[in-house]
């Protein structure tokens, strides 16, 4: 993926933060289709959990690296929050079996990255 600017910023590099900012997007996509009963509910807090991921990393990148593990582990607690809020939407009709395993798909792979960049920032 790639954000077209002349103005580039370090944590832009990082394919996790990539691939957060894409689920917030299909997580926005989708909550636009849900009832207007879910506005305050399920849909806002799918959104928000789902863009805090990628606003966790972009806000702890500049940072120590013990300060970036903490806002890596508040990206990975929201992607363990989308879960919840994916299932919710399943069981409630909103998203069908194959966004349910696409939507968990992406959150286990970007849960592995933030993981991984954890570790490595912990061996430094």
């Known amino acids: 993926m790639e954000f077209k600017s002349q103005y580039h910023f370090s944590f832009e590099n990082l ?3 990539q691939k957060a900012i894409l689920f917030g ?3 926005n996509k989708l909550v636009d289709t849900f009832p207007k009963k879910e506005m305050f509910r399920l849909s806002s807090q799918f959104s928000r959990a ?3 991921i990628a ?3 972009s806000e702890g990148s500049a940072s120590t690296d013990a300060n970036f593990n903490r806002y890596l582990k508040m990206a990975w607690d929201s992607s363990h929050e989308c ?7 399943y069981l ?12 968990r798909a992406m959150l286990t792979e970007i849960g592995k990255m933030i993981s ?5 920032l912990k061996n430094n």
């Open 15 to 17: 394919i996790v933060y």
């Open 25 to 27: 997007e299909e997580v």
């Open 50 to 52: 789902a863009d805090s």
């Open 55 to 57: 606003a966790n990393i």
């Open 83 to 89: 879960v919840t809020w994916n299932t919710k939407a």
């Open 92 to 103: 409630r009709n909103y998203i069908n079996k194959e966004q349910f395993e696409k939507n």
């Open 116 to 120: 991984s960049l954890s570790k490595k």
